[in-house]
């Protein structure tokens, strides 16, 4: 073999030892796993991602409202929704089902309509509470979401 070309590798056959090729596979599984576990961190993977459970009760004229929905609205947090049933705030979400929500200052608007047989088929059936628990700006509901998993919210409707 030319011995120019054996100093630059050419035509020299690259040969490894076992042990170094899993040594390298290894150091990159385990940079990856670091990466990502990093990521997890500073994501927040495992926990609730600065979101916060809440529970409830809804009433309407001093009943549990039987069925409806909730929207909580703020300038500093996206919209969140609830389902009412019997009387029960439930699924909390803000991005993925039943989340939580932000601490911070709501307005609230709850809905409630007629799911009776003779309304079945109709596209907006009548609402069952006043309308104007419907929208934000007339309901003059409020919700202060504490950043803790105890907030225990309370609407009574009249």
Not at 2 to 13: D, Q, R
Not at 48 to 54: C, E, I, Q
Not at 68 to 84: E, L, M, N
Not at 117 to 143: F, G, N, W
């Amino acid at each position: 073999m030319n011995p120019k070309a054996a100093s630059l590798g050419v035509g020299m056959e690259r040969t490894q030892s076992p042990d170094c090729i899993h040594g390298r596979r290894a150091k990159r599984w385990r940079s990856l796993a670091q990466i990502l576990l990093l990521t997890c961190v500073v994501a927040g993977c495992g926990s609730r991602n600065g979101l916060y459970s809440v529970s409830g009760q809804v009433t309407y004229q001093g009943k549990p409202l039987e069925h409806g929905s909730i929207v909580f609205i703020s300038p500093k947090s996206r919209q969140v929704t609830a389902d009412i049933e019997l009387g029960e705030i439930l699924n909390v979400t803000t991005i993925a089902a039943n989340d939580g929500i932000a601490a911070g200052e709501y307005m609230v608007a709850i809905t409630s309509r007629d799911r009776s047989e003779k309304y079945k088929d109709s596209m907006a059936p009548p609402s069952i509470i006043p309308i104007r628990y419907a929208d934000v700006a007339t309901s003059d509901l409020k919700a202060t979401i504490q950043p803790n998993n105890d907030n225990a919210l309370r609407f009574d409707l009249e």
